[in-house]
């Protein structure tokens, strides 16, 4: 088969613990929460190295030398092409990865966070393929919270209005789709699913896997032991 002319790019944090979600960390602890960061991250990876796409980048930021389940990840990327993240706020980061990846792989990006392990390989490249069609210009993931999981551009350099975004915000994925819609005249829109942020999220998207997930065992091993 051949491969969807579009690239994935993934925006991650090594899990360290203490920097990893630190939003679940206040009620779970920095190493638990790392714990599931770094599931979540490897579920993320797995469906990336799967989907049927012609490309497949990492934008990471942090030390994975002090990450959990360091050797699992750095194992997993070294199937992928890996480019540091730029920029202070996360929108300036998000911007600066969709203008640096599309210099590695030219053509439609689709850009995702590791906040949803719940996707699929067959979701990423049902997404990539939707991304590739033409007359499409743009895709939109939005998240339950208000935010968003997913934005594909035909044309990845034209992300730069993203820097001027504040992330982590009930609007965020409002004001997300606004500044698509100011620049592609079509945008297609994803599924909405649930980003990790909260003990009720990690329930949730738990309760959406398989058994053989990293994050439904890690999240079952953590509600065992710590919770």
């Keep these: 088969m051949i491969p969807v002319d579009a690239a994935l790019l993934v925006v991650a944090k090594a899990p360290v613990p203490g920097l990893a979600k630190t939003r679940l960390a206040a009620s779970i602890g920095p190493g638990p929460a790392a714990d599931l960061a770094a599931a979540a991250l490897i579920d993320t990876l797995v469906a990336m190295r799967d989907a049927d796409v012609s490309a497949r980048i990492v934008a990471l ?15 997993l990327l070294a ?13 300036e980061r998000l911007a600066a990865a969709h203008r640096d990846a599309a210099v590695l792989a030219p053509g439609p990006l ?35 919270d208000g935010g968003w999981w997913a934005l594909g551009l035909a044309e990845p350099h034209r992300a730069s209005f993203l820097a001027g975004i504040v992330m ?21 829109e994803l599924a909405t699913l649930t980003d990790v942020d909260t003990i009720e999220d990690v329930v949730t998207v738990a309760s959406e896997l398989g058994p053989g997930s990293h994050f439904r065992r890690a999240a079952e091993a953590g509600r065992a032991t710590s919770w």
């Design 79 to 91: 199937g992928f092409v890996v480019i540091a993240q730029h920029g202070d706020a996360l929108g």
């Design 61 to 75: 930021t942090g030390d994975l030398g002090r990450a959990r389940r360091a050797e699992e990840i750095e194992d």
């Design 110 to 144: 689709l850009q995702i966070g590791m906040d949803t392990p719940q996707v699929t390989a067959e979701l990423l490249t049902t997404a990539a393929n939707e991304l590739a069609r033409p007359g499409v210009d743009a895709l939109f993931g939005p998240a339950s």
């Design 168 to 188: 982590s915000r009930p609007d965020t994925g409002t004001r997300t789709l606004a500044g698509l819609q100011t620049i592609s005249p079509m945008v297609s």
